[in-house]
C-alpha cells in the first residue's frame, strides 16, 4: 500500500509487512518511544508474522514511524484477528497514521479471507475512542475490568486497566462509510446530545476540569456516556479524579451493557466554548423469535 503524494500537510509513508531482524527491533524503538517499556519480543514478532499474524510498518525512509500487531483469534464460533498493538511515533501523531495504520490493517485481513478485527481499549482515552468507534467504525460490546492487571508504562501506570473490546467488522456497510468519511456532521451530533439523557453525570470542578458527580441507571431510548475529553490534563491538574473517571465511567458501561444497550456512535460536542466527549449508546434491537426447531420463522408467501 502506498501512502500516495504529500497532501495537506500529511507526510508520504510507506505501508508493507515487516520482514528483516532490524525492522521488527525498529518496533521495539517505537513501542519504547510511546510507551516507555519494550513491548512484544522480535522473535515472537517473526513468529506471528509466519504463522497467520500480521507485523505492518509505516516507514518514512528506512525508518519505521509505526506499526500494528495481530493475530489470528478463535471464540468457539468466530475466527477473527486480534489487534494487539498499534504505535505511532509521538513525532508522527498529527499525520493521521493511526488511521492509515488501520486502513492498512483492515487491507490484509481481507486478503487473509477474513470479515473482523477485534481489539481493546481503554474508554478514558478520548482520542482512542474517537479513533476506533466515529473514525473506522469499530462498536463496543464488552467492559472488562482491570484486564491486564497492574500495568507499569507511562501511560497506564496509575489506573486500573479497564478496557472496552471493540468489534470492527471490517466488510460491512457501516465500516465502508466510516472509513470513506461518511459520519453524521457536528450539526447532528449536537442534536443528538442534545436529545439524550445522560449516564454519566458531571459537573466543572475547582480547576475548571469536569468531574463525575453520579451515575444514573440507563432507561431512555437515546444516552450518552460522558469520558474525560483530555484524560492528560485531569493526570496533571487532578490526578485524585482519574480515579473517580474510571469507576464512574466502569460502572455506567457496565449497567448499560447489562440493561441491552449498545454502543452506536462516539462524538466531541462543543457546547458554550467547552469541548466534551461522548459515546451514545441505545438499546440493541431485539432478535426475531425463533420457532420451536430453533430457526426464526420463515416470512410469509406473498
Known amino acids: 500500500m502506498d501512502a500516495g503524494a504529500n497532501r495537506g500537510g500529511v507526510r508520504e509513508f510507506r505501508f508493507r509487512k515487516l520482514d528483516k531482524p532490524e525492522e ?28 497467520g499474524g500480521l507485523v505492518l510498518g509505516a516507514f518514512v525512509d528506512i525508518h519505521l514511524a509505526g506499526f500494528a500487531i495481530s493475530f489470528l ?6 475466527l477473527y484477528h486480534h489487534s494487539h498493538i498499534t504505535a505511532v511515533r509521538p513525532e508522527y501523531q498529527n499525520h493521521h497514521l493511526g ?72 466488510a460491512s456497510p457501516r465500516v465502508e462509510q466510516r472509513m470513506s468519511g461518511l459520519f453524521p456532521t457536528a450539526e447532528e451530533n449536537l442534536a ?24 444514573a441507571e440507563p432507561t431512555a431510548p437515546l444516552v450518552h456516556l460522558e469520558v474525560p475529553f483530555d484524560l492528560e490534563a485531569i493526570r496533571e491538574h487532578e490526578p485524585d479524579q482519574t480515579r473517580t473517571w474510571r469507576h464512574a465511567v466502569r460502572d455506567a458501561f457496565r449497567a448499560a451493557f447489562d440493561a441491552g444497550y449498545r454502543v452506536e456512535d462516539f462524538a466531541v460536542i462543543t457546547k458554550d466554548h467547552e469541548r466534551r466527549s461522548f459515546f451514545f449508546l441505545a438499546p440493541a434491537p431485539k432478535e426475531p423469535p425463533k420457532s420451536e426447531t430453533g430457526s426464526a420463522p420463515a416470512a410469509p408467501s406473498v
Open 24 to 51: 521488527f527491533r525498529q518496533v521495539l524503538e517505537v513501542h519504547h518511544a510511546v510507551w516507555g517499556n519494550e513491548g512484544v519480543p522480535s522473535s515472537l514478532q517473526r513468529a506471528l508474522q509466519d504463522n
Open 73 to 78: 483469534g478463535w471464540d468457539g464460533t468466530t
Open 99 to 170: 488511521f492509515r495504520l488501520k486502513a492498512f490493517q483492515r487491507d490484509e485481513v481481507l486478503k487473509l479471507g477474513l470479515s473482523e478485527i477485534r481489539w481493546t481499549f481503554d474508554p478514558l482515552q478520548s482520542r482512542n475512542a474517537w479513533l476506533n468507534v466515529r473514525r473506522l467504525g469499530g462498536v463496543p460490546d464488552k467492559y472488562f475490568i482491570h484486564y491486564y492487571g497492574q500495568m507499569t508504562d507511562v501511560l497506564n501506570r496509575d489506573l486500573e486497566s479497564d478496557r472496552l473490546r471493540l468489534r470492527w467488522e471490517i
Open 192 to 215: 443528538r446530545w442534545e436529545t439524550s439523557v445522560a449516564v454519566v453525570e458531571t459537573e466543572v470542578g475547582e480547576k475548571g476540569l469536569r468531574q463525575p458527580s453520579a451515575v
